[in-house]
């Protein structure tokens, strides 16, 4: 049976070349990069040389990027970090659709006295940038709106936001974790003061993050040991992982745009094919500011649950953007933030493309898609 990864947002395969890059990196050139010696040295020119090129990938200076395990712990950096760092400043902007990285220690700062106000999002996913200006006080620490959300893949109107932040004392936090690598992000272009990424969603490898900080933004340390990254972040540097990392990246630099052009292309027409072909079908999020890969799909009269399991049996890998406790799929908060029609909130199907995606691929999902949906709606 061919076998269909329709879960890119999820993870992404590492190219045969990022890890090629790697691999010198774990017996060979295996030093620590604090090391003063030869050995030491050479780890250190590759991680330096993957900082850059990750700095100049999102317009950003070297000494601004702080390598982590994950995007998790690199907005749990953030978090935590500005908090200590500006400790009179207890007023949060959030947005509700946020991923778990930065919703759980955004509650943890509410539970621990400061008050947090949550910004809706309209029916297709968007934060309203008036909202946020009217919100904005002087003892607000950050408001944090994500890139493009991971579940319906709707880009929010980031640059805007980022325009009304910088005319306030609070810092901008954004989590590009589903953008960088897959449409333009540049730090000056969106006002960031912080932004977080990770390599598994563009092609690197697993366990490897970025947090960039805004030259002159104070965040205190969060993981404390030994001074690595410039004493912002101990712990002996993964050395492989960011060598991955910055390989990855040379990849997206060649490719990005072209990528993107075929993903909304293929994105397009089977959006367009899936809404011919059944009915009480609704595509969520946003129609035109929307990632190039993602295909979120209400489908009324069946559920979660049973659609991913016809659609695995089938060989074909999706998600539904949701938390998935004891094999009971619960309405995400995401979905929930999107206040549809309650036929609408059951069967929620996302598939996310890939660089390896191909219209044969498509054209076996819907097919599966159509037959699956028919059945079980019997
Ligand atoms: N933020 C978003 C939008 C994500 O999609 C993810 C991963 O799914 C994360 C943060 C967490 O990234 P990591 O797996 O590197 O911790």
Redesign the pocket.
């Known amino acids: 049976m061919q076998k269909i990864y329709l879960d890119h947002?999820?993870t992404t395969p590492v190219e045969p070349q990022v890890v090629e890059a790697m691999i010198p990196y774990f017996s060979q050139n295996f030093g620590n990069s604090s090391s003063p010696h030869f050995y030491g040295q050479q780890a250190r020119h590759a991680v330096e040389d993957a900082r850059d090129r990750l700095a100049r990938f999102i317009g950003a200076e070297s000494k601004e990027i702080v390598f982590t395990s994950?995007?998790?712990?690199a907005?749990n950096h953030a978090i935590f970090g500005l908090a200590k760092a500006y400790p009179q400043k207890k007023h949060i902007l959030c947005s509700s659709i946020e991923?778990h990285?930065?919703l759980e220690p955004v509650q943890e700062l509410e539970s621990q006295g400061y008050k947090i106000e949550w910004l809706d999002v309209d029916e297709f996913g968007q934060v309203d940038p008036t909202q946020i200006k009217n919100l904005l006080k002087n003892e607000t620490l950050f408001v944090a709106v994500?890139h493009a959300?991971?579940e319906i893949g709707t880009i929010q109107p980031i640059e805007e936001i980022g325009k009304v932040v910088k005319e306030s004392d609070a810092f901008f936090l954004v989590?590009a974790?589903?953008t960088v690598g897959h449409i333009p992000v540049n730090v000056n272009d969106l006002n960031a003061d912080l932004l977080?990424l990770?390599a598994?969603?563009f092609y690197g490898p697993?366990g490897v993050?970025g947090l960039y900080v805004r030259d002159g933004v104070k965040i205190d340390r969060f993981i404390l040991g030994g001074d690595q990254e410039r004493s912002m972040r101990a712990s002996t540097v993964n050395v492989p992982g960011i060598v991955g990392l910055g390989e990855a990246l040379k990849l997206c630099e060649q490719q990005m745009e072209i990528e993107a052009e075929t993903q909304i292309s293929l994105r397009d027409q089977f959006m367009k094919n899936i809404s011919s072909q059944l009915d009480d079908v609704k595509i969520n999020g946003h129609q035109i500011n929307r990632l190039p890969n993602n295909i979120h799909l209400s489908i009324a009269r069946v559920t979660s649950e049973t659609l991913l399991l016809n659609l695995d049996m089938a060989g074909i890998a999706a998600a539904a953007g949701s938390a998935c406790t004891s094999g009971v799929i619960e309405l995400s908060h995401v979905v929930k933030a999107l206040n549809l029609d309650k036929k609408y909130t059951e069967g929620v199907l996302r598939l996310t493309l890939g660089r390896s995606t191909t219209e044969q691929e498509l054209d076996v999902c819907l097919e599966q898609l159509v037959e699956i949906v028919t059945r079980l709606r019997k």
């Open positions: 947002a999820a994950s995007a998790t712990e907005s991923h990285a930065v994500m959300n991971n989590d974790v589903q977080t990770s598994h969603k697993k993050g």
